[in-house]
């Protein structure tokens, strides 16, 4: 859409600084996060699938060596079984496993060190760690009688800001990611309230000016399983630990990604390769490598 076209459809945009807009007329638009979670693990437990709430705290693997045709030395290794401490208790509950997956979110680069993923010689695949962390983020919650109302799309704008309708009472929610410099301690889940005052509010009223009179009613914060390399998912196995694999690091993008990513792992664990979209280019190689799938859009 042109600035003219944008400002015909949505009126209450400040077109200020636009060139053109992107607008989804279908099989697009938002969901909310924690109902599409509830409604797929309740299938999966419809399925027969057993959840188990616990922390990982150590895996029983196996090794073998073997030699490149350049001459390195390399260790595979297979999982055979996992050590999860149970929720109130001091218990570990041994689990015998084929196949590990990890998608433990912002802390899977933690349960890749204990698999031994990244203890080997800087520089070496065995050397190259999962660049996965947690980042905090914050998400607000606004009134504001004047906004946009029931029109209201999921706005982007090019500051990074972002907003959505929430049900409606003139109610928003949204936010926008802080630069390097500004990373929130991830040892806690406080929400820094100055934050949406100095950085996100200016940015939401000089795009939708109705925004000047909002009132921040609740806000709460959040893990992003951060992909400090190029803020993209990693999916598939690991080259050396042979019997992990990965869904982790989207950055934000995971749930909106995690139907595609959920049978892209199932095929790679199933058939030893992708089938229904080539994501190789997500492969845990392309850290050893330099390859990056950089992700330029995070919100």
């Given at each position: 859409m042109s600035p003219e076209q944008l400002q015909k459809k949505f009126p209450w945009i400040n077109t200020e600084g636009v060139a053109l807009a992107s607008y989804g007329l279908e099989n697009e638009g938002w969901f909310d996060p924690w109902c599409l979670l509830q409604g797929l693990r309740r299938k999966l437990q419809s399925m027969g699938v057993l959840f188990c709430q616990g922390e990982v705290t150590r895996f029983i693997s196996s090794s073998s060596h073997m030699e490149t045709a350049s001459g390195e030395q390399l260790t595979l290794?297979?999982?055979?079984?996992?050590h999860v401490k149970m929720d109130?208790?001091?218990?570990?509950?041994?689990?015998?496993?084929?196949?590990?997956?990890?998608?433990a979110g912002a802390w899977s680069g933690q349960i890749a060190e204990l698999a031994g993923v990244g203890n080997g010689p800087p520089g070496t695949m065995q050397g190259t760690k999962l660049p996965v962390e947690p980042r905090k983020r914050y998400v607000y919650l606004w009134h504001c009688p004047q906004g946009p109302g029931l029109e209201a799309p999921l706005v982007a704008?090019?500051?990074?800001a972002y907003f959505r309708?929430?049900?409606?009472?003139?109610?928003?929610?949204?936010?926008?990611?802080?630069?390097?410099?500004?990373?929130?301690?991830?040892?806690?889940?406080e929400v820094d309230y100055d934050f949406f005052q100095e950085k996100v509010w200016p940015r939401l009223a000089q795009r939708v000016p109705a925004f000047e009179t909002l009132k921040v009613r609740s806000a709460w914060?959040?893990?992003?399983?951060?992909?400090?390399?190029?803020?993209?998912?990693?999916?598939?196995?690991?080259?050396?630990?042979?019997?992990m694999y990965f869904a982790t690091g989207f950055s934000g993008h995971g749930l909106q990604q995690a139907p595609a990513v959920g049978r892209a792992v199932a095929e790679m664990v199933l058939e030893g390769h992708f089938q229904?979209?080539?994501?190789s280019p997500f492969l845990f190689s392309r850290f050893y490598f330099?390859?990056?799938?950089q992700e330029h859009c995070i919100l």
């Open positions: 290794k297979r999982i055979h079984e996992v109130h208790s001091q218990e570990f509950q041994p689990v015998e496993c084929a196949i590990v997956v990890n998608a704008d090019p500051s990074g309708r929430e049900g409606l009472g003139n109610n928003y929610v949204g936010s926008c990611s802080p630069t390097e410099e500004e990373e929130p301690d991830p040892g806690n889940l914060a959040g893990y992003y399983d951060y992909n400090t390399f190029d803020q993209n998912g990693v999916v598939g196995p690991h080259p050396l630990v042979v019997n229904t979209i080539n994501l330099g390859e990056k799938a």
